[in-house]
Structure formats: C-alpha cells, structure tokens
C-alpha cells in the first residue's frame, strides 16, 4: 500500500503560522481517528507531537494542533520558531494488511 | 521514563541475517496496553513500519517484508528483536525501536536508532 502524501517541503518565517497536510484514503486517515504526526530534527529520533488526530502528549507545545477532514488530515504550527524547523511525518492506522502507513515526510524551514 | 535502545552488528553482507535487539528499561515490556515494534529509515528517506510483536507472542508484519521479517520477544530479559533474513543494499538503513500504544496508535517512545549498513 502507498505511503501517505505529505508536501515535500514547507517554509514560515518566525511567528507565522504554517500547515502540513497529509492525505490518504478511507481505509487509514478518511476511516479512522488514528492519525498522529512526528517531528524528526536531523539525526535524531521522531518525537510524538500529536495522536488521535488532535491530542497533544504532556510537554508538547500548544503551538502544535492537528485536525482532520475527509481523507486529509493537517499539523500546524503557530508562531514559528527557529527550533521547529525539522521533517515531519504523519502516521495512520490502516485497515489493510500494511496497519501502518506514514507519509513521505515534510520539510519545515523556518526562514 | 520508559527508554529504549537498539543493539547489534552496524555492517551485515548481503545475503545474511540482519539481527538487532532492542532493550527497554525504565518499565516492563510486559505491562499496559502496548505493542513493540521495529520501523526503518533509509538515508534521507521517510520511515517504514517493519512490523509488531505484543508480549503475548502475536505479531504483525508488513507485507512487503513479511517473508523476510521474524520479530520475538523475551519478557525475562525486558527485550524484543528483529530478524531480516537475505539482505540486500536496499535494507541499509537506521532501524528505530519504538513502544506502540494499542489505545491510540501512536509510538510515544522510540529508540535513539541504530545505523545498519548492508555492504561486502
């Protein structure tokens, strides 16, 4: 089963506000409210940043917020700052035989 | 605060068994609602799910690797491990350890990640 699509890259000065999507089908993102999403910064590894499509874990910024709409779930990311510039990656359950699916990864370059 | 860490060979030839454990302290493997499993990223690519054991022995793979892929679990030593049989190049890669939560489906923790080069 194919990888879930995410913009390559995506760019915000400090203190914008940025969005990256993720879209898969009705058999992971549209199905489910299983969607979380993963900060990676180079050479490190990814950090939980949100799951169940909306929830942030203990510790995480309320900078962060994710959302959902048909089969498209979003991450963003208020008042950019220098640290938030990192890959990252939403995940999905699937009711298919793969049960995992991420996305290909985004870049965010906070400019 | 649960911690995790992958251990094993850096360099596997091509053709063999690619064996990496990941040990989990700060908690059992054996309590709450989780699974464990191993995911992979190539070199500036984005990450691929391997596959899943829960402590009772049940595991899930990926179909794409399942004839290749053993994953098992040892509760006594707070350990699970991944077995990649008949490695080729393209298995290069960093190989994560990662908690999984059956309520959620999230992975909360992960491992620092191990480099595992694939090379004669």
């Known amino acids: 089963q194919s990888a879930l699509t995410q913009p390559a890259s995506v760019s915000g000065s400090p203190g914008q506000s940025i969005t990256i999507s993720c879209t898969g089908t009705s058999s992971d993102v549209g199905g489910y409210n299983y969607v979380s999403w993963y900060q990676q910064h180079p050479g490190k590894a990814p950090k939980l940043m949100i799951y169940?499509?909306?929830n942030r874990p203990s510790g995480v910024s309320n900078r962060f917020s994710g959302s959902k709409s048909g089969n498209t779930a979003s991450l963003t990311i208020s008042g950019l700052q220098a640290e938030d510039e990192a890959d990252y990656y939403c995940?999905?359950?699937?009711?298919?035989?793969?049960?995992?699916?991420f996305g290909g990864g985004t870049k965010l370059t906070v400019l | 605060q649960v911690q995790l860490q992958e251990s094993g060979p850096g360099l596997v030839k091509p053709s063999q068994t690619l064996s990496l454990t990941c040990t989990v302290s700060g908690g059992s493997i054996s309590s709450g609602s989780y699974y464990w499993s191993w995911i992979r990223q190539p070199a500036g690519k984005g990450l691929e799910w391997i596959g899943r054991i829960y402590t009772s022995g049940s595991t899930n793979y990926n179909p794409s690797l399942k004839s290749r892929v053993t994953i098992s679990v040892d509760t006594s030593k707070n350990q699970f491990s991944l077995k990649l049989s008949s490695v080729t190049a393209a298995d290069t890669a960093v190989y994560y350890c990662?908690?999984?939560?059956?309520?959620?489906?999230?992975?909360?923790?992960w491992g620092q990640g191990t480099l595992v080069t694939v090379s004669s």
């Open positions: 169940e499509v909306s």
């Open positions: 995940s999905s359950y699937t009711s298919s035989s793969t049960y995992v699916l």
């Open positions: 990662a908690r999984g939560t059956t309520v959620t489906l999230d992975f909360d923790y």
